[in-house]
Each structure stands twice: as structure tokens, then as C-alpha cells.
């Protein structure tokens, strides 16, 4: 038994067909909708910008977030970073106004703030920035001696970035550091400077002693004065005394008459014996008769006084 040819001019095939033949215009209209959301949106992060151009010409510069763009007329030309960068380690030659020939080695660090400026006004930015800070350097060196080089190397740090700063705005580059990482010399000049600091050291060092000698001698003569001036004081203060006694010694005389001043002059007698007397050693003492006679006077005077 045979059984009868499907016909499918009829059932859900034709029904399927007819239905893509009726919504054929609708579907590709869904597609192109679709495919141009696809193309049109443009979605960039934060550390990014990117540069649109419409049949070769700019057009526009997207910032961060959701962008849109009209299909196939508009194209993301350039992506660009605008992340802070750092350029290698670079040196260079330069000479001082005293003719010592340095070594110098900077690092520039630099960000992106207009791409537009960048991508169409410059081919290589980190080899321009490089340059550029190269020249700045070499001039701004060759306007300074070598001791003012190692310094004010801040006060030069300084006139660089400010210097590089105007000479790139043009570029759409902001710089935010240029550092002067070190400053190296040759064998000789090195050696050479190594003397003139030890030699500088010892001058130093013989003012210093110098100085020290002559504090020295200035503080002795202030001790020798100070001394002086106290011995005249001393002196001063013995004078006075003798001279009080001697007054008390005139108005005794002229009260009691030649008793007081041959008692006086008895009684340093005496003292001096007894002076003589207490001298270190075994001494034999020899009085003459006068001695014996002022001992006499001595002990007579007392007695009538007491």
C-alpha cells in the first residue's frame, strides 16, 4: 500500500512561508533598529576619552559613560588614555657657566587632558615631552654654576615644569611632575672637588682653632684683670684698716700721752718676738738688752693701764 504524496502547498509550511513573505519588511527593519543600537552606543570607562570622527573629520571627544554615535556616518577614530604617565628615565649632557661638564638624569610624569590636541596636532608625545624636557634642562643648567646647580636644585626643578608646562599646553598635555633625579659628575671633576672640600675642611678647621686660641687668651687677660681689680680691693680694704687704726692710735696718744704710743710700740715688739719664735726648726733666739727692756716697758705699761 502506497501512501499519498505530501502536498505541501498546503498545512504549515505554506502557512510559514506566507508569513515571512508578509512580515519580511518588518523583521529586517527590527534588525537594522537593532544592529544600529549595536553600532550607535558606546559605552567608555573612566580612565578613558575617546575621538570620533565623522568622514575624516572630527566630530566629537566622548567622556566617560553611555555615548551615541549615528551608525556607519560616525566612527571611534582614537581611544586615549588619560591615566597619569611617566615618561623613562632620560639623560642628558649639559654644561655649567663655569665649564664643568654634568650628567643629568629627569623623569617627567604628564596626563592627557584635551585628545583632541593630542591625536591631531602631534605624532609622538612621550618622544616630544622628552625632547623638550632635555633642552629645558640643558639650558636652565647652563645659566648657573655648579655649586648653584647642587644647591637650588628645587628653585631648578621648579623653572623646568613650569617651562615644559607652557612649551606642551599646545599638545593638550598637562604636566604634573618633573624631577631632576641626579646630577653626576666625571672622574676628575669629582676628584678635584673632593680636594677642594678637604681643603676647605682644614681651613675650617685652623679658624676654628684659631678662634678657640684666641677666646683663650681673651678669657686669661679677663682673669688676670679680675684678679687684679680684687687684690686692689684687698689692698683698698687694708689701708682703710691701717689707716682706722692709726687714727684710733693718734686720738689714744693725744688722750694718754707718750704711755699709749710707747705701749704700742712695745706690744708689736713682743708680737714680732713671738713670730720669730714660732719659725719651724730648733732655733736659738738671742735677745739683746734692749728686747728685755721693751719686754719690761711691756708688762709696766699694762700694769698702769690695768
Do not use: C
Amino acid at each position: 500500500m502506497q501512501s499519498a504524496p505530501l502536498d505541501v502547498s498546503e498545512g504549515p509550511f505554506m502557512n510559514g512561508g506566507e508569513f515571512l513573505g508578509d512580515n519580511a519588511v518588518y523583521l529586517a527593519i527590527a534588525a537594522f533598529i537593532i544592529v544600529s543600537i549595536f553600532l550607535g552606543v558606546r559605552i567608555v570607562p573612566q580612565s578613558e576619552k575617546y575621538v570620533v570622527e565623522r568622514f575624516g573629520r572630527l566630530r566629537a571627544v566622548l567622556g566617560p559613560g553611555i555615548n551615541f554615535l549615528v551608525p556607519i556616518i560616525d566612527r571611534v577614530a582614537h581611544k586615549v588614555s588619560i591615566l597619569e604617565r611617566q615618561l623613562p628615565t632620560a639623560s642628558q649632557d649639559a654644561i655649567t657657566t663655569d665649564n664643568v661638564l654634568v650628567q643629568v638624569e629627569t623623569s617627567v610624569f604628564y596626563r592627557i587632558t584635551e585628545p583632541e590636541k593630542t591625536v591631531y596636532r602631534i605624532r609622538d608625545i612621550d618622544g616630544a615631552i622628552a625632547t623638550t624636557v632635555a633642552g629645558i634642562v640643558r639650558s636652565e643648567i647652563g645659566k648657573l654654576e655648579l655649586d648653584q646647580v647642587q644647591s637650588n636644585r628645587a628653585q631648578l626643578i621648579e623653572r623646568v615644569r613650569e617651562q615644559v608646562s607652557a612649551m606642551v599646553d599646545d599638545w593638550g598635555v598637562e604636566v604634573t611632575r618633573a624631577e631632576i633625579l641626579d646630577v653626576n659628575l666625571d672622574d676628575a671633576t669629582r676628584a678635584a672637588m673632593l680636594q677642594q672640600l678637604n681643603a676647605e675642611r682644614a681651613r675650617r678647621a685652623q679658624v676654628t682653632e684659631a678662634e678657640g686660641k684666641k677666646r683663650s687668651v681673651e678669657l686669661n687677660a679677663e682673669a688676670q684683670l679680675y684678679a687684679a681689680e680684687q687684690e686692689a680691693k684687698a689692698r683698698r680694704v687694708l689701708a682703710d684698716a691701717e689707716a682706722y687704726s692709726t687714727s684710733v692710735i693718734a686720738a689714744a696718744i693725744r688722750e694718754s700721752g707718750l704711755e699709749a704710743a710707747q705701749y704700742q710700740i712695745a706690744l708689736k715688739q713682743v708680737e714680732a718676738l713671738a713670730t720669730v719664735g714660732q719659725a719651724p726648726g730648733n732655733q736659738t733666739l738671742v735677745l739683746p738688752a734692749a728686747a728685755l727692756e721693751a719686754f719690761t716697758n711691756a708688762f709696766s705699761l699694762l700694769k698702769g693701764r690695768s
